[in-house]
């Protein structure tokens, strides 16, 4: 199978679906003549015109709002977030408008619009520019979030996410845009909610997305080459919907969870994971659920402290170990 960045088979996808849908639209600071911070709208201005690809000023509130508007009206909008943190700019549009809209109006008004940002640190960008916001949008009931981790994830899941009726927050990570993986050619969907087993394993079970399940697979291969543990590692793919059950089957088998996630600690994705595998699955528990995470801190420039408030793959083995040794 040919191989993509991680930029290149999204790019592929927001093509491919906008040859299908002349309904779709992309606006954003940037994505037009510039091609997006992260190169992922290179050449579609070019192909597609300033009526579907369109620069615009730098208003996260309005463009979003702008968004919100078509949507509703029967276009598909994606517009482009340069950075998560600026969604906080738009909070009003995206938690109290899109996010509620369907419900509000008895079904009757859908809002399919697909906000692709990219979030997380491991570049130096600071406390403003660093952060991971998937929990926020976890919370507030009304949007799908996705968070892929590789090629060919992003490609499925952002042709899955545009043909959904619902808004969908599409998180990629600034630092998985250069990453390299096969993709398929051509149609190739994957449904939103459905987590994927990226490796198999039979003593204990990791479970993460986005950039760090990266990690988590460099640390299963540590864990496996070093002390002789075989650890299975779940790619969550989606936050919401959330696909416990495929956690739950792993843990029949493996009897022991670790969850890793970039983004902090404190009421993060992990707690939440915890808590309905508790509800569900206890008796499979064979020792407490573990958490790797974010320290509670703002997100340093300083590379070295940088490193330290975010979770490496270190820091996976050494909770992988005190899991398995019940300390």
């Known amino acids: 199978m040919r191989e993509l960045t991680y930029t290149q088979a999204l790019r592929e996808a927001l093509t491919e679906e906008m040859e299908r849908d002349p309904n779709i639209i992309l606006m954003g600071e940037d994505i037009g003549a510039y091609g997006g911070v992260f190169r992922v709208t290179e050449g579609l ?14 208003s996260e509130a309005g463009f979003i709002g702008m968004g919100v508007g078509l949507a509703m009206t029967g276009k598909r909008p994606v517009p482009e977030l340069m950075f ?18 369907r419900a509000m109006s008895g079904g009757r008004v859908k809002v399919p619009m697909v906000i692709r940002t990219q979030q997380g640190g491991g570049r130096g ?8 916001f998937e929990a926020l949008f976890t919370h507030i009931p009304g949007f799908k979030v996705a968070l ?27 630092l998985l845009y250069n990453t390299k993986g096969p993709v398929p050619d051509g149609e190739y969907i994957i449904p939103l909610g459905v987590a994927d087993v990226k490796r198999e394993g039979q003593d204990l079970t990791i479970v993460s997305y986005s950039r760090q399940l990266l990690f988590a697979l460099e640390a299963a291969e540590t864990l496996q080459r070093e ?21 739950v089957e792993s843990l029949r088998k493996t009897h022991r969870l670790l969850i890793t996630h970039e983004s902090h600690a404190s009421c993060g994705v992990g707690a939440e994971i915890a808590m309905r ?21 703002p997100i340093h420039v300083s590379k070295t402290l940088e490193e330290v408030v975010l979770p490496q793959p270190g820091a996976i083995v050494r909770g992988a170990l005190r899991l398995m040794n019940g300390k």
């Open 45 to 58: 201005l070019a192909r597609f015109g300033p009526e579907r690809v369109r620069d615009t000023p730098i």
């Open 227 to 247: 002390h002789g543990i075989s650890a299975e590692v779940i790619d969550l793919r989606c936050t919401v919907p959330m696909d416990i059950e495929t956690i």
């Open 148 to 174: 892929p981790a590789t090629p060919a994830d992003a490609k499925g899941l952002l042709k899955s996410a545009l043909r959904d009726e619902n808004p969908v927050m599409f998180i990629e990570h600034k």
């Open 277 to 297: 595998v508790m509800e569900t699955a206890f008796d499979e528990l064979d020792a407490p659920i573990m958490r790797v995470a974010g320290l509670d801190v």
């Open 125 to 132: 960008n600071g406390a403003q520019h660093s952060q991971s």
């Open 84 to 101: 998560m943190d600026f969604a906080l700019v738009a909070a009003d549009s995206i938690l109290n408008q899109a996010a509620k809209m």
